[in-house]
């Protein structure tokens, strides 16, 4: 095809046009079919952006009522119904604050991030996990151990807000409503009562880090992650409408509570009482001095007023948790087995079992799963011969692991 004499050239690039290969629009404006193709694509990215930005404003359009939100975590979480009702009440005031806050300009309703204690194997992470699901909102779930005080080796603090950017489609409107939690919380506890007069990099320097970002501050982001440097690319960030949730087992604090009330605390457990005494769950046990003897930073606590404990799992909790969450571990394997033409049959002496081995650890529905997960590997390792046949879990089949019985 030859080029036209007159030369035509598009009016974006310059370039010459073909016959017929290009578009012509008002006031003779003409365009090749590259400035064509370029300029959709920067309208779509851009439609895609505006988009999820009108987004953020639909808040009322995905608000849950309290109740919704509990009966969502109840399919999936065993037991805890007062830590249920807190964190269910917490997601409702977040999108009711984000809601109103857009709206009303003389008053401002400040946030109220949530302190969850309990031990190991409780359902701390796994309501975090639940919640992360069911919440129509940016949701990131991190680990306080692996945080450092900038500067040193490890994840900068705000390396949490670039995974809650990323969570957004780096969309920093959306990232700036969204829920963070923060799980081994009381793991960054200092180490005495006493202020250090030098760093401490797994303890108070990290708390003094985390509070500038759970309180509301312009946080600027690397984009790249990893340490802040003066000519990276930095985003900036509003952490004011961010909701926190954090978790630890603060192992120990029940001698605190004991040595302030003069009695064995109720919600704790304690070596010297007697074994059936288990966690009853009563927050109020937990008051803001005690974390701070804990070694939490006074600053921190003040930003987490919400405190609520979780009870230790009893064997009727384990029990159901076998048999009854949505993603029950007998589901779970079941579903696993069904893939090889596999029925799981399980009886009631055989969850007996799992149960006495698990409470031998006390590690509650951790160690639960690892002991089915235990057994099961045994006899998944043998389950694709024996298509067509059933998989019964009695005390005697799992000691002498002989599973499988042809139907």
């Known amino acids: 095809m030859n080029q036209q004499s007159g030369a035509k050239k598009c009016s974006f690039c310059g370039s010459g046009l073909l016959s017929n290969n290009f578009f012509s629009g008002i006031d003779n404006t003409k365009l090749c079919?590259?400035?064509?193709?370029?300029?959709?694509?920067?309208?779509d990215k851009k439609i895609q952006v505006e988009t999820s930005k009108s987004n953020v404003f639909n808040l009322n359009k995905k608000i849950k009522k309290p109740s919704e939100i509990f009966n969502s975590l109840d399919k999936y979480v065993i037991g805890q119904n007062e830590a249920k009702k807190t964190l269910s009440v917490a997601i409702y005031n977040h999108f009711n604050r984000l809601i109103n806050n857009l709206k009303e300009s003389d008053l401002e309703i400040e946030k109220s991030n949530v302190l969850l204690i309990g031990p190991s194997g409780s359902g701390k992470t796994l309501l975090a996990k639940t919640l992360a699901k069911i919440v129509?909102?940016?949701?990131?779930?991190?680990?306080?151990?692996?945080?450092?005080?900038a500067g040193y080796v490890g994840d900068d603090v705000e390396n949490i807000l670039l995974r809650l950017i990323e969570k957004s489609d780096h969309n920093i409107e959306l990232a700036q409503k969204g829920i963070i939690f923060i799980d081994e919380i009381d793991k960054i506890g200092r180490k005495s009562e006493s202020v250090s007069i030098t760093r401490d990099v797994s303890g108070e320097g990290v708390q003094q880090a985390l509070l500038k970002i759970i309180e509301g501050t312009i946080s600027s982001v690397p984009v790249k992650g990893g340490r802040k440097h003066p000519q990276s690319e930095n985003l900036?960030?509003?952490?004011?409408?961010i909701?926190?949730?954090c978790g630890g087992a603060f192992i120990g604090i029940d001698?605190?509570?004991?040595?302030?009330?003069?009695?064995s605390p109720i919600g704790f457990k304690n070596p010297f009482m007697d074994d059936k005494k288990k966690y009853q769950g009563k927050a109020n046990e937990v008051l803001p001095e005690d974390l701070i003897k804990y070694g939490m930073i006074p600053e921190l606590v003040g930003r987490l007023p919400s405190i609520t404990t979780l009870d230790e799992l009893s064997s009727a909790d384990l029990r159901k948790i076998i048999l009854e969450p949505k993603n029950s571990l007998f589901a779970?394997?079941?579903k696993l087995l069904s893939y090889d033409d596999i029925d799981l049959e399980i009886t009631e002496e055989a969850i007996d079992f799992l149960i006495k081995e698990a409470n031998e650890v006390k590690l509650g529905a951790r160690m639960i799963k690892g002991v089915f997960e235990r057994i099961m590997r045994e006899a998944i390792f043998i389950a694709p011969e024996h298509k067509g046949e059933s998989l019964i879990l009695t005390p005697e089949n799992i000691k002498s692991k002989?599973?499988?019985k042809k139907n």
Do not use: G
């Not at 079919?33 to 309208?43: G, P, R």
């Not at 129509?136 to 005080?149: H, R, S, Y």
């Not at 900036?236 to 409408?241: A, G, R």
């Not at 001698?255 to 009695?263: D, M, Q, S």
């Open 33 to 43: 079919f590259k400035c064509i193709y370029n300029s959709k694509e920067v309208l």
């Open 136 to 149: 129509d909102l940016p949701f990131v779930i991190t680990d306080a151990t692996t945080l450092t005080e």
């Open 236 to 241: 900036k960030i509003n952490t004011k409408d």
């Open 243 to 245: 909701l926190f949730i």
């Open 255 to 263: 001698k605190i509570i004991e040595n302030r009330t003069n009695h």
């Open 332 to 334: 779970q394997f079941r």
């Open 402 to 404: 002989n599973y499988f």
